[in-house]
């Protein structure tokens, strides 16, 4: 019998950005992200879901699904909601905000959060459009 769920919960926020590389010629950069890349950037309305393995059974410490949404508001969306992410956000400063790397930097902000009830971060998804997504980490 497992000892474990997957808790998964979903949330959503918008934010603005700009699909840029620095080290590319702005030619470059067009031609790579196209519409993505315009000067004052462009906003999305992100959906992530986070995904947490809750240990289960007699005794089991719980992370109650309350409890992961409040990590994940004061760790990834009220950091990350209604601002520009090249330029109001740290960790974007030297990373291309784009949705692998928004997928990536939401999982360490919240690892040890998490780690911290008991319970271990299994992935975390997040939905740049309908049809464009990515996962962290990726499973091969």
Same mark, same amino acid.
């Given at each position: 019998?497992?000892?474990?769920?997957?808790?998964?919960?979903?949330?959503?926020?918008?934010?603005?950005? #700009?699909?840029?590389?620095?080290?590319?010629?702005? =030619?470059?950069? #067009? *031609?790579?992200?196209?519409? %993505?890349?315009?000067?004052?950037?462009?906003?999305?309305?992100? $959906?992530?879901?986070?995904?947490? $393995?809750?240990?289960?059974?007699?005794?089991?410490?719980?992370?109650?699904?309350?409890? !992961?949404?409040?990590?994940?508001? #004061? %760790?990834?969306? &009220? $950091?990350? &909601?209604? *601002?520009?992410?090249?330029?109001? %956000?740290?960790?974007?400063?030297?990373?291309?905000?784009?949705?692998?790397?928004?997928?990536?930097? %939401?999982?360490?902000? !919240?690892? =040890?959060?998490?780690?911290?009830?008991?319970?271990?971060?299994? *992935?975390?998804?997040?939905?740049?459009?309908?049809?464009?997504?990515?996962?962290?980490?990726? $499973? &091969?």
């Amino acid at each position: 019998m497992p000892d474990h769920a997957i808790v998964t919960e979903h949330f959503e926020f918008s934010a603005a950005h #700009r699909l840029h590389c620095p080290e590319l010629g702005d =030619e470059e950069n #067009r *031609r790579i992200f196209g519409k %993505c890349n315009h000067a004052s950037g462009h906003g999305h309305n992100y $959906r992530v879901a986070v995904s947490a $393995r809750v240990p289960v059974g007699p005794g089991s410490p719980t992370l109650g699904v309350g409890q !992961l949404a409040s990590i994940v508001n #004061r %760790c990834v969306i &009220d $950091r990350f &909601d209604h *601002r520009h992410l090249n330029v109001d %956000c740290p960790e974007f400063a030297a990373l291309n905000p784009s949705v692998e790397h928004i997928a990536m930097v %939401c999982h360490g902000l !919240l690892e =040890e959060e998490i780690a911290a009830t008991g319970a271990a971060l299994e *992935r975390v998804t997040v939905w740049e459009t309908e049809k464009t997504s990515a996962s962290y980490p990726a $499973r &091969d």
